[in-house]
């Protein structure tokens, strides 16, 4: 605890202990520890993102019913202790290397249609084609003359 390595936990012999129940548990204990430092590379991960910050994600203006998990994603490698780079596309706007906190396992077959991120903005805003042009109207506006385009 701050800037001490924590404590290690040392792994246990089994058959060392004389007592049945004490041996199974600390056998279970080591076999969990070994299930949490798995590695996460090559498996499929869910990404935990919040739209109200990232404007490429948001679809809807109510950002309590959008969603808060993007993905399955590939984990190609670690890049740190808890850090993990993830496959995005080529068009991604968004940093590929997320906490371990934020990811969340995805458990199953992998996915064959992948729920892929919209990540089409420019200048943190989406991109939205109209349907067409209604009306336009040129005026002029502190010397300065603007078009004014109604659209569909």
């Known amino acids: 605890m701050f800037g001490k390595p924590p404590h290690s936990i040392p792994l246990y012999i089994p ?11 600390l056998t279970s204990r080591d076999e969990v520890l070994t299930l949490l430092r798995k590695k996460l590379v090559g498996s499929w991960v869910y990404v935990k993102l919040q739209t109200y910050r990232q404007v490429s994600l948001s679809g809807t203006k109510y950002h309590k ?9 590939l984990v190609l490698t670690k890049g740190g202790p808890i850090a993990y780079k ?3 596309p080529l068009h991604s706007r968004i940093h590929n290397v997320f906490h371990l906190s934020l990811l969340k396992l995805h458990v199953g077959l992998p996915p064959d249609v992948i729920n892929q991120i919209l990540l089409e903005s420019v200048g ?17 506006i502190d010397d300065i003359p603007m078009r004014f385009v109604l659209v569909q």
């Open 65 to 73: 019913l959008s969603k808060r998990y993007y993905g399955p994603d």
């Open 86 to 88: 993830l496959e995005f």
């Open 124 to 140: 943190n805003h989406h991109l939205v084609a109209p349907l067409f042009v209604l009306d336009f109207q040129n005026q002029v």
């Open 15 to 25: 058959g060392t202990s004389s007592i049945d129940a004490c041996d199974s548990v």
